[in-house]
């Protein structure tokens, strides 16, 4: 009896795991993130995601750096990042996703604190990296997602972020 329950909960699992967005939906989004590493600065951005099938996310993203209440001159930076997502869990109509990709920045800093970035470089005045991030997502109607993700940036700490957002599919009935 107790290795039919578990294989109708296997299959139940596998079944609720596998609706992130519809396969081929492309949903466009809205962030505002925390920059972690400094407490004055936030960064403000957009998104695109592309769902290859129910598990699978890739994200273009891109992020613009300010500060609030500086007194001193304060240069802000443009991040552009590309990855993918993959479901961990998923408990209909909320999922959290998990993920890594490519991350690069115009950030004039880096260049002072290239020495302690885990997996960073340069090229001219771009800065190159890593990401890992985790996301809960929330489908509060079938075409708009609000989430909430934390990145883990290979440039060093000062570059993590946790953003806040929302996902809309347009082409969604």
Known sequence: MRIIVMITLL???NYISTAQYDPGAINYGLTLAKIIGKEQELAIGGRIEYAFNCSTTFIGEYNR???I???KEYEGFNEFALGVNLILFNWYPTTITAGMGYIGNDSNIFKSIEDEAFLGFRTGDFNHGAQ???????QIITPLHVYAELNIKSLGRRYDTLLIGFNYDFEAR
């Open 11 to 13: 299959l139940c699992a």
């Open 65 to 67: 750096s300010f500060a």
């Open 69 to 71: 209440k500086v007194e």
């Open 132 to 138: 890992i991030k985790i996301r809960a997502l929330h």
